[in-house]
């Protein structure tokens, strides 16, 4: 029932959206164009997205209709997983911005999405099910972007004297305007569905995400044709066949890393000592990597770490722990890790009143945050879903990243500083491995900033197994393992 409410939603919008507009003079959409790009995850053809463009007018000005389908399938952790993304824009042809904007996304059961509408000088925001709506000013030098064509690039980048330039971009996911940069590597003569394309190669760096991303963009009608992602994704231009031809990707390849050895109890790995060389996004700094209970010498280089890693987190027993609620005032350099963000959504009401039901009574921060710890363990199952704090509150499901995120959140929430981290931890997967890992850290007055992990059900320590490579300020965040070998282990009795 949830799902054909959800869908009859999106439909009900789209249909009253199309006859606003048909008050103002829009005029039936003509001459359908269809393309396709073919989609490689770690090399392999495992999807393909179809693009349906068209003219027509809205409030007598041209507007292209961009409508996207997106279909995905790979393994992740010995299962089939199925994606499919919709996306529809109105783009204004004079400006590139567009005027509407709608998103479904499906996985599974998981259904999210919204809609985004251009009024004046603001931008609406709705969400899929309808539970939110939000206005949001915005000014008049701001890119609201689509997935497909780059006229504010080429319109900058077309001939050679532009080397880079930063853009403020509206950040749909977000909500947010954000600073994109992006610089110009070259050119190049492709060749793609059987047509030749003259292309202007970018790089766009975007802090949001935290990934630094090459663009080939069509000189001539500002189209995408192709993208590089160094979270191992690949997208060009193809010829329809390309749905015939998909295979499944596997997602654990690029998430883990088989290691020498192999430690049976997990939870019990008190020290770990370890040769790495990692290139990773975002970089790490050495105050990153050397924090209480791991210990990193080595070379850093950009985005390159290359060391021993000496890892033995100390379990912390709640001894003078603050008082519950914190005062604040005796604590300096913590205000961040109290509020709100994107996806931390800490002053969301239902948060607020979820927090306090479940900390009512504590005895100190220490009691407060493990009763929290406890909530999310037992009411939020493990998937590889991501997602706000909010959402996953929600759909009651998350991976590693988004159950993080909302532990962090409901700490906040409660008046208990918090933050997410992120890098790898050791697994069963292959026989022995690391997989990229997110988890927290819970501020504890004198005591510093406690690690806890609660995807791993680890409620109010975290096992030495796990390397830690910097606090999450990005969407992403990516692990390439170019060697990692466990040197010396020990687990307790």
């Known amino acids: ?46 999807g393909y997205s179809v693009i349906h463009l068209s003219d027509t007018l809205v409030d007598n000005r041209t507007v ?38 709608d998103s479904y996304h499906k996985q599974g059961e998981t259904e999210s999405g919204g809609f985004v509408y251009v009024e004046d000088e603001n931008v609406r925001v709705t969400s899929l099910d309808g539970s939110r709506d939000t206005l949001l000013p915005i000014p008049g030098d701001i890119i609201l972007p689509n997935t497909q064509f780059y006229l504010y690039l080429i319109r900058d980048f077309n001939d050679d004297n532009l080397k880079e330039k930063t853009y403020q971009i509206f950040e749909v996911r977000t909500e947010t ?3 994109v940069t992006y610089t110009r590597i070259g050119k190049e003569q492709l060749y793609l569905a059987g047509d030749h394309y003259d292309a202007v190669i970018l790089t766009e760096s975007n802090p949001v995400t935290g990934l630094k991303t090459k663009l080939w963009i069509d000189k001539r009608t500002a189209r995408l044709l192709k993208k590089e992602s160094p979270n191992h994704l690949r997208m060009y231009l193809a010829e329809s066949i390309v749905k015939k031809k998909l295979e499944t990707g596997n997602w654990d390849d690029v998430v883990f890393t088989k290691v020498n050895r192999y430690i049976k109890d997990i939870h019990s790995i008190f020290y770990i000592k370890l040769r790495g060389n990692l290139e990773q996004s975002p970089a790490s700094t050495r105050e990153d990597l050397n924090v209480p209970g791991q210990k990193f010498t080595g070379l850093i280089k950009e985005n390159i770490v290359e060391g021993i890693f000496e890892i033995s987190y100390k379990k912390y027993d709640g001894k003078n722990a603050p008082s519950f609620p914190l005062n604040t005032d005796r604590y300096k350099d913590i205000g961040e890790w109290l509020k709100a963000d994107g996806r931390i959504e800490s002053d969301d009401h239902i ?35 991501g997602g706000t704090a909010r959402e996953t509150f ?29 890098g790898c931890m050791y697994t069963h997967v292959m026989g022995g491995s690391f997989g990229q890992h997110a988890w927290n850290e819970i ?3 004198d005591a510093g900033w406690i690690p806890v992990d609660v995807t791993f059900h680890e ?30 282990f020990e687990v307790s009795n």
């Open 394 to 422: 929600d759909r009651r499901n998350g991976a590693c990243g988004s159950q993080s995120i909302l532990m962090a959140a409901l700490c906040r929430s409660a008046g208990i500083p918090a933050r997410v981290v992120w």
């Open 64 to 101: 292209k209709v961009l409508r996207q389908h997106i279909f995905v399938n790979f393994m992740a952790l010995g299962k089939d997983v199925t994606q499919y993304h919709k996306y529809t824009y109105f783009i204004d042809s004079s400006s590139g911005n567009f005027i509407y904007h």
């Open 351 to 385: 948060l607020i009143a979820k927090a306090k039901e479940i900390t009512d009574g504590s005895e100190d921060l220490w009691e407060a945050s493990r009763r929290i710890s406890q909530w999310v363990i037992y009411n939020i199952e493990g998937s590889i879903m």
């Open 1 to 46: 029932m949830k799902m054909i409410q959800n869908i009859s939603w999106l439909f009900l919008i789209f249909i009253l959206f199309n006859s606003s507009c048909s008050r103002i003079g829009q005029k039936p959409e003509s001459d359908i164009e269809t393309y396709y790009s073919a989609i490689e995850f770690n090399d392999v053809l495992c």
């Open 443 to 445: 501020f504890m007055g």
């Open 459 to 488: 409620v109010d320590y975290v096992d030495s197994g796990h390397l830690r490579l910097g606090v999450l300020h990005t969407q992403q965040t990516i692990i390439n393992f170019k060697k990692l070998e466990i040197l010396e």
């Open 177 to 179: 305007i954000t600073e």
